[in-house]
């Protein structure tokens, strides 16, 4: 089910709580509360009848369902922000390339797998890196196992052809809801967030002597590696990457309670937001996504990823 932020306009005075009756504390109209639950629970629902409202116990914002999707007001938020398509890749050779350079501060992006992700799942690449070193031309981002003899059971690997760090687990899955994943340099080690919780546990040298280092970038494609290898099969939105790393407390925060937000404030060099900049429509196929970065670097759908309306 669709979820996408929006000003609702219900006489909320601009942002001001609703008060427990459901009435706006705004001064304008009134309206009615037709049910209150968790985020996760409201935006997973559906057969609610056209104009349903609900309240959000969790992140106190108002929802209203339009017969497909659930479009709500955040009441932390002054302006509107809407995730409304994201890429959605076939598994086969579609991909998103992206020609930048960067060094790799602080990547985040939004995943929809097709299958649960297992220890013993396929590899399958989120984001391909090249030019990395010279043992890198197959980093990657991958969910799935068996990447590399360096770290055991994994259910997500940054891979960079030196060093592999991993979120590991020997009966750990990763369903096929949306998730949002997060890698950030500390200045020392690589960690891997998801879903807004830091959850690297296992890293080990590859190949070389290298030390652990911040990983200098000279392209990347969304959904494959090497432009060939290990694709994709699901969505992927919202990619953003910085070359000098948010802290901790940001790269948790980016999750937002499961939510897409507005990026702006954090400066990303790079920021491929999936067809909302691009006049994008459900089904169509992905030509250029603009960056809303600081880069200017534009992403190029290759061998047909089209947009889907289905987002976090």
Do not use: C
């Not at 349903?52 to 709500?72: E, K, Q, R």
């Not at 602080?106 to 590899?123: E, M, P």
């Not at 691009?278 to 970065?293: E, F, L, R, Y």
């Amino acid at each position: 089910m669709g979820v996408s932020t929006i000003s609702l306009g219900l006489g909320l005075g601009g942002g001001k709580a609703a008060t427990s009756s459901g009435r706006s504390g705004g001064g304008g109209g009134g309206f009615n509360i037709d049910l209150r639950d968790t985020h996760s629970n409201i935006i997973a629902r559906s057969g609610d009848a056209v104009g349903t409202i609900a309240f959000a116990t969790d992140t106190y914002d108002l929802y209203v369902f339009d017969g497909s999707n659930w479009y709500f007001y955040d009441y932390n938020s002054t302006t509107a922000f809407a995730s409304t398509l994201s890429a959605s890749f076939d598994g086969t050779d579609d991909y998103l390339a992206v020609g930048s350079s960067y060094d790799l501060g602080t990547l985040s992006l939004w995943f929809k797998s097709d299958a649960t992700i297992t220890k013993s799942s396929s590899t399958k690449a989120l984001v391909g890196f090249t030019g990395v070193s010279t043992y890198a031309v197959y980093a990657s981002i991958q969910t799935g196992g068996n990447v590399t003899g360096a770290v055991t059971d994994e259910l997500i690997t940054l891979y960079t052809g030196d060093w592999a760090y991993s979120y590991s687990s020997s009966s750990g899955s990763i369903n096929t809801d949306w998730h949002h994943l997060a890698v950030r340099w500390t200045g020392s080690d690589y960690e891997i967030y998801l879903d807004g919780t830091q959850v690297k546990n296992d890293d080990g040298q590859v190949v070389g002597d290298q030390s652990k280092a911040k990983i200098p970038i000279s392209s990347f494609d969304v959904g494959i590696r090497n432009g060939s290898d290990r694709a994709f099969d699901g969505l992927i939105d919202e990619v953003a990457i910085w070359s000098t790393p948010l802290s901790a407390s940001a790269t948790a925060d980016l999750y937002n309670s499961g939510v897409p937000s507005d990026l702006t404030s954090l400066s990303p060099n790079g920021w491929w937001r999936m067809g909302e900049n691009d006049s994008g429509s459900n089904g169509a196929t992905i030509g250029t996504v603009t960056d809303q970065g600081s880069g200017g670097n534009n992403g190029t759908g290759t061998n047909g990823p089209t947009y889907s309306s289905t987002t976090p």
